[in-house]
């Protein structure tokens, strides 16, 4: 299996073959925007068959990782250790992130 950081660097050279936007921040972040609403329609829709069918909202995000330099790999496993520590309390039914117990 690819790691999401090769996968960053051949969507971003698709980019650059095809002639996409890869300077336009403000455009990726509003097409990827775009793709997580179709796919929210589509989960509404159930219609779960074509999300899968979906992958471009995935390719904006790996486009828009490598523009911005970030390492996705890196990034999600930073973010999972984070997550895996915090403490987190209930009230009323709804989940709160004890800051307290967390240090940010």
Same mark, same amino acid.
């Given at each position: 299996?690819?790691?999401? *950081?090769?996968?960053?660097?051949?969507?971003?050279?698709?980019?650059?073959?095809?002639?996409?936007?890869?300077?336009?921040?403000?455009?990726?972040?509003?097409?990827?925007?775009?793709?997580?609403?179709?796919?929210?329609?589509?989960?509404?829709?159930?219609?779960?068959?074509?999300?899968?069918?979906?992958?471009?909202?995935?390719?904006?995000?790996?486009?828009? *990782?490598?523009?911005?330099?970030?390492?996705?790999?890196?990034?999600?496993?930073?973010?999972?250790?984070?997550?895996?520590?915090?403490?987190?309390?209930?009230?009323?039914?709804?989940?709160?992130?004890?800051?307290?117990?967390?240090?940010?």
């Amino acid at each position: 299996m690819s790691k999401l *950081s090769d996968c960053q660097i051949l969507v971003f050279q698709n980019k650059i073959q095809k002639n996409f936007n890869t300077i336009n921040i403000e455009k990726e972040f509003l097409l990827l925007y775009g793709e997580v609403s179709e796919a929210f329609e589509i989960y509404k829709k159930n219609e779960l068959k074509k999300l899968a069918k979906g992958v471009s909202r995935y390719g904006y995000l790996l486009g828009l *990782s490598e523009i911005l330099n970030i390492d996705l790999d890196k990034a999600i496993k930073w973010k999972i250790e984070i997550n895996m520590g915090r403490k987190y309390i209930y009230n009323d039914m709804v989940m709160l992130r004890n800051l307290k117990i967390n240090k940010i």
